[in-house]
């Protein structure tokens, strides 16, 4: 399945605003990420951090533009909140699909370890590791987004006040964390099953 794609539904009252939380946003994470690259590198932490910055606030500012852009096709804040409200809601149930399969995936993946460590093929376990692998790496890029996703539609919680609209949203970004908790579950239990082959 998928990873989940980032939606338009970031707040803001106008486009300077959501260009600049966007841009201090950038720039907060693109320090942090720059300082502890810069530490293993010869800029060292403090240069890393400036570039990180620079950096990160101009994806930050690119994309608060395009928040703004997506914000302004709807005529009214609460408009705007029902976009995302939906959005959260169509999120949730793709992580509820993805889990589903990941269940079964992961039942039948048990078996077929379980099957070939008792036969000592070793071929079979080696091409077995290399699929959990992939649906590890698979089911960690679907939490990182997700993540995401819940991180920028709290921006827009907030943004909404205590509208009846922006609690509804807390609510459906909270069933979308619990989805989302599930994924990673699943992906530590594909970690442990890896590991388990031997190979």
């Known amino acids: 399945m998928a990873v989940l794609a980032l939606n338009a539904c970031a707040p803001t009252s106008d486009g300077q605003l959501a260009q600049a939380q966007g841009t201090g946003i950038g720039a907060v994470v693109g320090g942090g990420l720059g300082a502890i690259i810069g530490n293993n590198s010869k800029i060292g932490t403090g240069g ?93 890029e679907q939490v990182a987004a997700t993540n995401k996703e819940i991180q920028v539609q709290q921006v827009a919680v907030k943004d909404g006040g205590n509208s009846s609209r922006s609690n509804e949203l807390r609510s459906k970004l909270s069933d979308l964390g619990s989805a989302n908790a599930s994924t990673k579950r699943n992906a530590q239990s594909l970690a442990q099953l890896g590991n388990s082959t031997g190979v």
Do not use: F
């Not at 589903?100 to 070939?116: C, E, G, I, K, P």
């Open 48 to 140: 890393g951090a400036l570039v990180g910055a620079a950096i990160g606030a101009g994806a930050g500012y690119a994309y608060g533009t395009h928040v703004a852009n997506q914000k302004a096709k709807y005529k009214t804040t609460e408009q705007w909140l029902d976009a995302c409200i939906a959005d959260a809601e169509k999120k949730r149930q793709a992580a509820v699909a993805y889990n589903h399969a990941m269940d079964n995936r992961l039942a039948q993946l048990r078996v077929q370890v379980r099957d070939a460590k008792a036969g000592g093929n070793q071929a079979e376990l080696k091409k077995l590791k290399q699929q959990i692998l992939a649906e590890h790496s698979k089911a960690e």
